[in-house]
């Protein structure tokens, strides 16, 4: 699963399209996996997670990218951001969409702060692969792709598309430019 979830990882962050002048969100970063990463490619990234224990443990790990004002951290929901509007060029959450409470909401939300132009980047499992793993109902919900195309549509994303590196990937992302 691991390698599985590194390529995907890898996949999203090169679907993101950063470039060094980038502000950038990850939402949902728990482990703090892509944050290295983004730390190398952008000028600037904030990480969004619903875990006080997670935020703290990146505010830590990171601290000198906080203290040089490069990285910040907040508790927060994706369907209700604790971000101004308009402030980031890219968005990326992977493996996240499982935990969303809306679609719609959180589609919105990212829409929101992203500044015209801006790029999202949604990587996860389909709902035909997560069904195959018996996730637990209460604490999962699978998610086809055409519906998180139709909510990134719906939010005001132009050009949604869905994208693989391969037919064999179960993986995939779903992309958008806010308008």
Not at 78 to 105: G, N
Not at 133 to 140: G, Y
């Amino acid at each position: 699963m691991n390698r599985g979830n590194a390529r995907l990882n890898g996949y999203a962050l090169d679907q993101v399209q950063l470039v060094p002048e980038d502000r950038a969100v990850e939402v949902g970063f728990s482990g703090a996996v892509l944050l290295p990463q983004l730390l190398r490619e952008a000028a600037f990234v904030c990480g969004v997670d619903r875990s006080q224990d997670v935020v703290n443990a990146a505010s830590h790990r990171f601290a000198d990218a906080v203290r040089v004002g490069r990285a910040e951290f907040r508790t927060g929901l994706v369907e209700d951001l604790p971000l101004p509007d308009s402030t980031f060029d890219k968005a990326l959450s992977v493996h996240t969409v499982y935990f969303w409470q809306s679609l719609r909401a959180g589609s919105a939300e990212l829409h929101r702060v992203l500044k015209p132009g801006g790029r999202v980047v949604l990587g996860f499992l389909p709902k035909a692969h997560m069904d195959r793993m018996n996730m637990p109902a209460d604490i999962f919900t699978p998610r086809e792709p055409m519906r998180s195309f139709a909510a990134l549509r719906d939010a005001g994303f132009s050009d949604p598309e869905v994208r693989r590196p391969s037919t064999e990937a179960a993986w995939l992302v779903v992309t958008g430019t806010r308008r």
